[in-house]
């Protein structure tokens, strides 16, 4: 079955802390690692990670940190996993189909093709907003 590692879930709980932080400034990362007591050296490897995403602002200085780029509401998770694991979900050959010689007759592809696209939908439909709850 489709598993997200521990760069997917970790890297999800970060960007949920910086989305309860949202419009308060920027938040250090030693904080946000401390916060969600992941190691400062795997943060900084899934930050590296979320960079390029254009979802993050970095700031140097004694002021600075992270924050999201825009409101929690207009990221997807989607977005945040993709980002983290990739976008190879459940079998390479829906992708790729020319990896494998009998995928345009393959019977269980259309299974393999609508587990895709319910994923992708189901990840995109979720915004990061929508994690942040009251007793957070």
Do not use: F
Not at 46 to 55: D, S
Not at 62 to 70: D, M, P, S
Not at 86 to 93: L, Q
């Amino acid at each position: 079955m489709l598993k997200i590692s521990t760069k997917g879930r970790y890297g999800l709980r970060l960007m949920v802390r910086m989305a309860r932080n949202y419009g308060k400034g920027p938040i250090l990362l030693s904080d946000l690692s401390q916060m969600e007591n992941i190691s400062l050296k795997y943060a900084e490897h899934l930050i590296r990670l979320l960079k390029p995403t254009q979802l993050l602002l970095s700031y140097r200085g004694a002021t600075g940190g992270y924050e999201l780029a825009k409101p929690p509401e207009e990221i997807s998770v989607r977005l945040i996993v993709e980002a983290l694991e990739g976008r190879d979900y459940p079998v390479n050959c829906v992708h790729s189909p020319q990896i494998c010689p009998i995928s345009d007759k393959c019977p269980s592809r259309i299974v393999w093709n609508k587990l895709e696209e319910a994923i992708v939908q189901t990840l995109d439909q979720i915004r990061l907003g929508e994690l942040v709850t009251d007793n957070d």
